[in-house]
């Protein structure tokens, strides 16, 4: 793992052990809009940004092109925050690499073995072969074209507690108004798809827009 992925993962740490940010909640908040090469993508206040260009440094072997662009909320790293594990991520990809149920499964299982190994593998003693990611396609909402998943991620927690985590995705792959690009956007939380928290992920997942 690169220093300055490093770096961005110990000032997410220290902000939210620091209390930076009281407790999340599914209630709206301000926003400052972020903008980058070919999209647009607002960051709630209290919530924090990284960019990273693919191969991604922490899994060099998926097989796309373009940035992966990360919202964090801000109990993110903070076991007793209901935000704690909750984030959104988008895959902007300028590939065409097979994008479904399959394929997510495969590489989410790698992302995930691969940003918690580079993290706290080490330090934890993680075993390799627990991390697995089951995703399937289900119906889109109408009137989209985009193509919808949801499943579970068995993975690790090697931010805060080295403890055995289950995170559940929701995730979409849609095509960019230019016809060449495309994105798949991930909400990612251990608490059940009822929990208040979701409200904010949804609602981030859907700011994202290509221009």
């Known amino acids: 793992m690169s220093p300055r992925w490093v770096a961005a993962l ?40 990284e960019t990273i260009p693919f191969p991604l440094e ?15 909320g801000p109990g993110f790293a903070h076991p007793k925050e209901p935000d704690f594990w909750s984030y959104d991520f988008v895959w902007r990809l300028d590939d065409d690499a097979p994008v479904d149920e399959k394929t997510l499964s495969d590489e989410l299982t790698r992302y995930f073995r691969g940003l918690n190994m580079a993290v706290g593998g080490k330090k934890y003693g993680f075993d390799a072969s627990h991390f697995k990611a089951a995703i399937s396609a289900v119906p889109a909402s109408a009137g989209t074209t985009a193509a919808a998943f949801r499943g579970r991620v068995e993975s690790y927690d090697a931010f805060a507690t080295g403890k055995p985590i289950v995170l559940n995705v929701e995730a979409r792959r849609e095509a960019c108004p230019d016809g060449r690009r495309r994105f798949v956007s991930f909400a990612i939380s251990p608490q059940a798809e009822d929990a208040p928290v979701w409200a904010s992920l949804r609602a981030e997942t859907a700011a994202f827009r290509c221009r």
């Not at 110990?10 to 400052?32: K, T």
């Not at 922490?58 to 964090?72: I, T």
């Open 58 to 72: 922490f899994a060099p072997d998926l097989p796309h092109k373009g940035v992966e662009e990360l919202r964090f």
């Open 10 to 49: 110990v000032l997410i740490l220290s902000a939210a052990r620091a209390g930076a940010a009281g407790p999340s909640s599914g209630a709206a908040q301000p926003r400052a809009l972020a903008s980058d090469d070919g999209f647009s993508w607002p960051v709630p206040a209290g919530w924090r940004k």
